[in-house]
């Protein structure tokens, strides 16, 4: 039995990449993105929920999805970034494993997800002045990982190794 490896971190910081590839290089753990169960739950795209039902209607399919996950082990969790402004989400997520901050600056952060239209966080007149608004909001949430990761001038090999060398080193 394993304890989980969970991912948080702001839109873009690789989480869900980073996550699939770490996965592979650990035997018998699974990923998952609970973007991605949210949206097989739901049956509906992230946008979807959004503009339908609203954005605490995610939060609470969010919540929901991060607890029945958490429930289980041996699996990489990439997580959406905005959980952790649930300090209930913190909790479980940390009590379910070592949790795993991948940083980034907001200009990195921002040249991943402009061109890309998937993140209603950042429907926005002008979405990099929101993203740097939701990373210092964030910050200090994010501060509350077991192992801060600094993502920047890094290759994705890279921070694969280091993340499995800290969780071999910690479990
Ligand atoms: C959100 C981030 C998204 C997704 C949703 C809300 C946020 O996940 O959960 O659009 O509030 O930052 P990613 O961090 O995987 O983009």
Known sequence: M??????????????????RLLAQKIENFDFVDTDEEIEKTAKMTIPEIFIDYGESSF???ESGTIKRFCAHENQ??????GCVESIEN?????????????????DTLFERVKHTDDRPMLYDEDPR???????????????????????????????????RDLYYAHR
Not at 2 to 19: C, D, E, Q
């Open 59 to 61: 939060r609470e399919l």
């Open 2 to 19: 394993g304890k989980n490896i969970i991912l948080i971190g702001m839109m873009g910081s690789g989480k869900s990449t980073i996550g």
């Open 129 to 163: 002045k929101k993203l740097k608004m939701l990373l210092k909001r964030r910050e200090p949430l994010y501060q509350s990982a077991d192992f801060v990761i600094d993502t920047e001038n890094k290759s994705q090999d890279d921070i694969v190794s280091e993340l």
């Open 76 to 81: 990489v969790i990439s997580t959406g970034g």
């Open 90 to 106: 913190i909790e479980a997520l940390k009590e379910s494993g070592i949790v795993f901050y991948l940083k980034a600056s907001v």
